[in-house]
């Protein structure tokens, strides 16, 4: 009995069809199982890649930083002061060997708020964000028109600015903004570029509507003087970012005279340890679904194993008659494994397909909507498909194994006995 021969198959197929509800209703627990281990393991990875998009827009190796109040006295000063940051500490913190960009920002009405910005006849709210031209190197925005902020504009004080696609989509309605001007409180800034972004959802609507003009015209235009609401600095590549984020907090605890122990007085988020924290996150859910689904295979194969015992069982004449025959153990072994097998794999490639299937159904749907949900495409990937089929073909000898060596046990005189 060789594994490839024509009537091996044939004779498998039979006894398959011999009981087609009890086939059917055994297959379709295997295809139950990979389908579920799929479908969880696809959007699983649809959500992670939701959350990567939202976060596409940062550098991986960034510090955000911004002055909050002292809990601690320190060198004569008392608590609960409040640190304020400065132009000094642009030159200050530049000058640190970890750091490679520096961007400081003010922003009307503090951080997250928006100002009413006009053109024309039209009116919006947008935050207003005075940058340095460094910027483009922590938010990393994609120019769509014109140019982003230069060094001249900070050292002449220009009253340019860059505008994102929401602000042109709503001032300018299909207008060539660049030459434009918006007006923002009374002040009037000329369009030199337009920026989309690559981060989704509510963190891509706030970038894409902001309008960045010169540092130093922000301070002039709105009277803020020499204050700074807070920095976005990136570090040199071979920097770890926790390193990163120390030498900036104890630089601003030197030159602001503050306890450096004090974790209240100045407020820190560091994008590459969240970006850890994060791929941690999923590692360990991908790892739970991936025993929760394999868990919900293996029942269905449990399923497989019992309807091949029962087969087994009732074949026990037939199995006896074949033994008596001459057919050795391991022909018969091969037979109930090839059984076992092919009713796995059938049932378990069907679920495969018909899971890949709904998964880029879903990932066209989810396409649809953009930016509208937090999901990306929910693939699996090839990777998890071969995984997935190999867990079927181990699952599949397994659940033939028992039944097998029971088979091969049988007693050519004993089994001629049965009734």
Request: proline share 4%.
């Amino acid at each position: 009995m060789s594994f490839f021969d024509l009537d091996t198959w044939q004779e498998t197929l039979a006894v398959l069809r011999k009981h087609p509800l009890r086939t059917t209703l055994t297959a379709l627990g295997v295809f139950l199982g990979i389908f579920i281990l799929l479908a969880m393991v696809g959007f699983g990875r649809a959500f992670e890649h939701g959350v990567s998009k939202e976060l596409a827009g940062f550098a991986a190796n960034s510090v955000f930083t911004w002055g909050q109040k002292t809990s601690l006295g320190y060198d004569g000063l008392p608590p609960n002061r409040r640190i304020e940051f400065n132009n000094g500490d642009i030159a200050a913190l530049a000058a640190l060997p970890g750091v490679e960009h520096v961007a400081p920002r003010n922003q009307r009405g503090g951080f997250g708020d928006r100002s009413n910005v006009r053109h024309g006849t039209k009116t919006g709210s947008f935050q207003v964000a005075g940058d340095y031209p460094q910027v483009q190197f922590v938010m990393m925005p994609l120019m769509r028109a014109g140019r982003h902020l230069n060094d001249a504009d900070i050292a002449e004080r220009r009253k340019i600015c860059v505008v994102g696609e929401g602000v042109v989509d709503l001032l300018f309605e299909g207008e060539n903004p660049i030459g434009k001007h918006v007006e923002v409180s009374g002040v009037y800034f000329e369009v030199v570029g337009v920026f989309g972004t690559r981060s989704s959802g509510n963190q891509g609507d706030r970038i894409v509507n902001t309008i960045h003009i010169p540092f130093t015209t922000f301070q002039q235009a709105f009277n803020v003087g020499d204050s700074v609401g807070w920095f976005a600095i990136t570090g040199r590549p071979e920097v770890p970012a926790e390193e990163l984020e120390l030498q900036i907090l104890r630089e601003l605890a030197k030159r602001h005279r503050y306890d450096p122990n004090d974790k209240m007085a100045v407020g820190s988020w560091n994008t590459g340890k969240e970006f850890r924290k994060i791929h941690t996150l999923f590692w360990v859910i991908n790892l739970v679904l991936w025993i929760a689904g394999i868990f919900t295979l293996a029942a269905g194969v449990v399923g497989v194993s019992n309807i091949m015992l029962i087969s087994v069982r009732e074949r026990t004449k037939e199995l006896g008659v074949r033994k008596a025959l001459g057919a050795q153990p391991r022909e018969i072994v091969r037979m109930i494994v090839t059984e076992a097998m092919t009713l796995t794999l059938a049932a378990g490639y069907l679920g495969v397909v018909v899971a890949i299937g709904m998964l880029e159904l879903a990932g066209v749907v989810i396409s649809k909507f953009g930016d509208k949900i937090p999901l990306g495409p929910p693939d699996v990937g090839l990777g998890v498909a071969f995984g997935a089929m190999g867990a079927l073909v181990t699952f599949g000898m397994l659940a033939g194994a028992l039944p097998a060596y029971y088979a091969a046990a049988i007693e050519p005189v004993e089994a001629l006995r049965t009734e």
